[in-house]
Structures are given as structure tokens and as C-alpha cells.
T-cell receptor
Framework: KAGVTQTPRYLIKTRGQQVTLSCSPI?????VSWYQQTPGQGLQFLFE???????NKGNFPGRFSGRQFSNSRSEMNVSTLELGDSALYLC??????????????FGPGTRLTVL | AQTVTQSQPEMSVQEAETVTLSCTYD???????LFWYKQPPSRQMILVIR??????QNATENRFSVNFQKAAKSFSLKISDSQLGDAAMYFC????????????FGKGTRLSVIA
């Protein structure tokens, strides 16, 4: 079975631009979660989607948004980029949101650099 | 809110030796899952091992095993016969039984393996 895939792997943007990151979960997985990883803040939860519905959202400004499609693929969007948005963005998928089905498997991440 | 603490920011081990990484967590819930993830320099987060809180038996995956002490809220990872490829950041994580809470990560322990 193919793992979680994320595209693009690397991105360079300038302040004020917007960016869209994509995540394709493992086949059969219906939950997708997004995390931001920085050296200073560590791993921070962004949001979680299940069956096209956002189930949970982390403490990030409204510039960060996401969505999930009917095929479980997910995208996250960051508008009006700031220097502090430079980070590794990780996507993880699981069968579902419940404990028994909630073991998360991660993609390789998208490295975003904001200049 | 649940918290996960990894008190060792860095550790090192000689090749072929055994090392134990510590993790403690705080929760009032009785059922939950605990995880150890490995993040090598390639940055892909890899699931190492999972422990269900209702299981008294400690989980084992090849050279990786855990010492789960539920009453003490402790979840340490033991790596036996350490190999150069074990060098990575190791994250301890907690998953609540509630489907509306995200995976909670510790800040990680950087493990170096000395040849």
C-alpha cells in the first residue's frame, strides 16, 4: 500500500503571497490531520478532517485553512504569508478519528520557506 | 488538557548497546493510546510502536520495546542493539479516546548513535 504523499515537497514563497499544500492519505484512510513543525515551537496541530468535515482545529490564525475532498485528499491553504510561517508542514492519515482507528501515519512533509 | 513530557532533549548510545528514552504524560482519562514516532534527518515521521492503555502487556516491535507504567503515567522506549540508522529525533505522543482531540506530542529527544 502506498504511504501518505504530500506535494510539493519544497516551496519558496515571499511575504504576502498565499500557498496551497496537498496531501493524499493512505488508501482507505478517511481522516487527515495537519501539523506545523518548527525548531522553536516543535510540532503544533493545525486541523483534522474526517469525511470532508473539520473535526478539530488548533490555535492558528484564520490565515490557515483547510479542506478535505470526497476522495479523502486534503489541502491546506495559508494566505498572506509571514516569515514565521516558514516550517515543515506534515500531513498524517488514519482510518478514522476514533481511538481504535486513529493511529496516524505521516507523509514526508512540505518544507515551506517564506522570504 | 493532556500533556506529554520528554525530559531528555538529547541522548547518545554506542552502536550495539541499549538505550532508554523517557516519556511521562498527564491525563485524567483511563483509556488512551500512546505512541513513539521516529523522525530521521530525512524528516519523515515514522511510527515506531503503539501501546493501548488497557493492555497490561508492554508492546514490542523487533528491537524496540516499551515500559508502560500506567499508574506512574510513564511510557519509556527501549532500543536494543542500537544501529546507526536509529539516529533520529524520537517523539512520544498521546491520543485521547475522544475523537475531538488531536494527537499530543512531546518536544522530542534527539538520539545520536556512536560507531
Amino acid at each position: 500500500k502506498a504511504g501518505v504523499t504530500q506535494t510539493p515537497r519544497y516551496l519558496i514563497k515571499t511575504r504576502g503571497q498565499q500557498v496551497t499544500l496537498s496531501c493524499s492519505p493512505i488508501s482507505g484512510h478517511r481522516s487527515v490531520s495537519w501539523y506545523q513543525q518548527t525548531p522553536g515551537q516543535g510540532l503544533q496541530f493545525l486541523f483534522e478532517y474526517f469525511s470532508e468535515t473539520q473535526r478539530n482545529k488548533g490555535n492558528f490564525p484564520g490565515r490557515f485553512s483547510g479542506r478535505q475532498f470526497s476522495n479523502s485528499r486534503s489541502e491546506m491553504n495559508v494566505s498572506t504569508l509571514e516569515l514565521g510561517d516558514s516550517a515543515l508542514y506534515l500531513c498524517a492519515s488514519s482510518l478514522g478519528p476514533t481511538l481504535e482507528r486513529g493511529t496516524q501515519y505521516f507523509g514526508p512533509g512540505t518544507r515551506l520557506t517564506v522570504l | 488538557a493532556q500533556t506529554v513530557t520528554q525530559s531528555q532533549p538529547e541522548m547518545s548510545v554506542q552502536e550495539a548497546e541499549t538505550v532508554t528514552l523517557s516519556c511521562t504524560y498527564d491525563t485524567s482519562e483511563s483509556d488512551y493510546y500512546l505512541f513513539w514516532y521516529k523522525q530521521p534527518p530525512s524528516r519523515q515521521m515514522i511510527l515506531v510502536i503503539r501501546q493501548e492503555a488497557y493492555k497490561q502487556q508492554n508492546a514490542t516491535e523487533n528491537r524496540f520495546s516499551v515500559n508502560f507504567q500506567k499508574a506512574a503515567k510513564s511510557f519509556s522506549l527501549k532500543i536494543s542493539d542500537s544501529q546507526l540508522g536509529d539516529a533520529a529525533m524520537y517523539f512520544c505522543a498521546y491520543r485521547s479516546p475522544s475523537g475531538n482531540t488531536p494527537l499530543v506530542f512531546g518536544k522530542g529527544t534527539r538520539l545520536s548513535v556512536i560507531a
